[in-house]
């Protein structure tokens, strides 16, 4: 009767779509032992009314802290929370998002628990009550299964692999106190800059549409955005050639060292398929490529490739999404 | 370069035969940002630890002909899976040091599990910012940027403090003739250490599933059409 504990992560009062996938695996976990889920949500007041969407993707009882200091991610007090509560008991395991925050925030929590950890899972699965994770090292080219024996274990899902299911749980809010005084924190964020707003993030678009070279200068990545536009829910990457040249910015470099993806639709535009590029989009599902040397290496990995020019078929592939899309 | 791995006959490791340990990306930007402010302070000393087999010694001694001092070599049959049996030994080695600084890479591609860092930056109690591509140190306090989801995230904290280090913060250096020559008459001190019990273990390796073999579907903008037909009826993305 094991219970799985899930953190619900959220930014600037807002949920973010990865704690839904957090809480659905969570659930689909908690099933297998019989257990409840305990989803932890933390954020300035007001924070609670994002409870009950964890309700109704799996969570037993949501546990809130509301707290001024918790208005921008505060890792240390925030680790300090999910370590208590997880030490608190009967966690067979805890899931958390291979994000930015949770990235950071896992290994700390790992570390006040001293128990095991791995991050970027893509399948997560019990057997003989040991939690076993698959995790892709070697930047994706090997993948391992890893048996975490510690409890609990500490699992951080790789975004965009657990996609959000309803199931309606009673969602309990149970409104919990900090540990100590989240204001002293040590380490503390000073500035948040969001660029351009409202624009869909890499790890949580549905499509991706990214440039390279082919796209010859940084005006021309308005090609790249007009069709990211035209679907409605796509955004924009690029490769490390375009960020070294500063035509993007390195936040939005997808690859061995920059950021790892799996959308729905991965389009590259005017992108060669370099091994580090490929590291980072390869378990895209579906890959668009458009390039004008039918040799280029991302027509070995792209579903369907396009040889011609950019300037030619860009256009044109975005007027007739805008026409398919008509009506939505 | 474009690396094959092989798997071992047991399907739990990977055959290292041929393989060369170089420092990685990361840990290199590490190694760079250590000696840009040690040159910047006019004084201190950059220390390159590393841990596993002898093969750690490749890694310590690319970071001595960078400019490091000296390397300490924490000497494993292997190097475990578990991230956070290596932050435990890191971090009773790191402990007394009375570094100012504790930098780590974001992530070592081996492992691609992105932990050891702000794991030992918790055992040691020190304050820590993972994944900067931005880093200033005054006196005794810092400030630094880290990419974050659309957005950038900008924290201060006191020194001493642990960093993970993201691309973007520097260029690291290539080491020079002379620096290489220096290296081999650095210290590199080595401590046969037992890691204890593991509890994050391989069971298996495999090579991922091939993509299906990729489809020119035709040539320009004449394409297009049959494109979103086929990701209307068969990718059903539209
Ligand atoms: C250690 C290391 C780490 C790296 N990490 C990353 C990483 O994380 N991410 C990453 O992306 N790269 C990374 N790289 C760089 C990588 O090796 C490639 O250099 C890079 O991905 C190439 O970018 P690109 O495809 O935009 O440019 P190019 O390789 O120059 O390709 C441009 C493509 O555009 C096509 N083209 C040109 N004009 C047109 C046109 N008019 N119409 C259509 N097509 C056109 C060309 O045929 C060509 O295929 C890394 C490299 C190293 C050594
Ligand atoms: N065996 C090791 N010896 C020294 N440093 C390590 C070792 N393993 C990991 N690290 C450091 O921790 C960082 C993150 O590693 P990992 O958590 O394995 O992705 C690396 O970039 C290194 O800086």
Redo the contacts between chains.
């Keep these: 009767m094991a219970n799985v504990f899930a953190y619900a992560e959220a930014r600037a009062g807002a949920l ?1 779509k990865v704690a839904l996938e957090t809480v659905t695996a969570a659930r689909k976990l908690a099933d297998q032992t019989g257990g409840e889920v305990h989803a932890l949500l933390v954020g300035a007041p007001g924070i609670s009314t994002s409870a009950e969407q964890l309700g109704k993707h799996g969570a037993d009882v949501v546990l809130v802290c509301e707290h001024d200091a918790f208005a ?2 505060n ?2 007090a925030s ?1 300090a929370l999910a370590a208590e509560r997880i030490k608190s008991g009967g966690f067979r395991a805890a899931l958390f998002a291979t ?3 949770g ?2 925030l ?3 929590v ?3 628990c ?7 899972v893509t399948a997560v699965d019990l057997a003989a009550d040991t939690v ?1 994770v698959k ?16 409890t609990p274990a500490i699992v951080a899902l790789r975004p965009n692999i657990f996609t959000p299911e309803p199931s309606a749980k009673a969602g309990r809010v149970e409104n919990i106190q900090p540990m100590g005084d989240p204001s002293a924190s ?10 351009g707003g409202g ?6 678009a ?2 991706i549409v990214a440039g390279g070279r082919g796209l010859k200068a940084a005006e021309n990545f308005k090609l790249v955005e007009e069709l990211a536009d035209a ?1 409605g829910n796509a955004a924009v990457g690029a490769t490390r050639a375009v960020t070294d040249d500063g035509w993007r ?3 939005d ?1 997808i690859g ?3 950021r790892l993806v799996s959308p ?2 991965y389009i590259a535009v005017g992108i060669s398929g370099a ?1 580090q590029h490929l590291a980072g989009m ?2 895209s ?5 458009i390039n004008k040397d ?1 040799e280029a290496p ?12 950019v300037f ?2 860009v256009p ?2 975005t007027a ?2 805008r026409e ?2 008509k009506g939505h | 370069m474009d690396v094959r791995f092989r798997i071992t006959a047991d399907g739990t490791s990977l055959d290292e035969t041929g393989l060369k340990f170089d420092l990685n990306d990361f840990d290199a930007w590490a190694v760079e940002a250590a000696l840009r402010l040690k040159e910047k302070a006019g004084q201190g000393e950059v220390v390159a630890v590393s841990l596993g087999p002898d093969t750690a010694q490749e890694t310590i001694r690319k970071a001595l002909s960078m400019g490091a001092d000296r390397g300490i070599h924490l000497k494993t049959a292997r190097v475990p899976f578990d991230g956070f049996a290596i932050a435990r030994a890191l971090a009773d080695e790191l402990k007394g040091g009375s570094y100012d600084l504790i930098l780590f890479g974001k992530m070592s591609p081996d492992s691609s599990n992105g932990v050891v860092g702000a794991i030992v930056a918790e055992l040691l109690d020190l304050p820590c910012v993972t994944a900067i591509s931005g880093l200033e140190i005054n006196d005794s306090r810092g400030t630094a940027r880290r990419d974050i989801e659309g957005a950038q995230e900008t924290m201060e904290f006191p020194l001493p403090a642990v960093l993970t280090i993201d691309e973007g913060l520097n260029t690291a250096r290539y080491p020079s003739l002379k620096g290489i020559m220096a290296a081999k008459k650095k210290p590199l001190e080595v401590k046969p250490i037992d890691l204890g019990d593991t509890a994050v273990n391989v069971q298996k390796l495999e090579l991922p599933p091939e993509r299906a073999a990729g489809k020119i579907i035709g040539e320009g903008a004449a394409a297009v059409p049959e494109l979103i037909r086929l990701l209307q009826t068969e990718a059903k993305v539209i």
């Design positions: 973010r921008q991610y890792p240390e680790a994000s930015a925050q990235r950071d896992a290994p700390r790992a570390a006040k001293g128990v095991g950890i791995v991050t970027d076993i995790h892709p090292i070697n930047i994706g080219k090997v993948i391992a299964t890893v048996a975490i024996t510690s040590r380490v503390v964020v000073k500035e948040l800059k969001t660029g624009k869909l993030d890499l790890a949580e549905p499509v679907f910015p390195h936040s470099q061995q060292t920059g729905e639709l091994v390869r378990t599902k579906t890959i668009v490529a039918k991302i027509f070995k990995v792209a579903d369907y490739g396009i040889v011609g020019d030619e078929v044109a592939l007739a999404v398919a899309r």
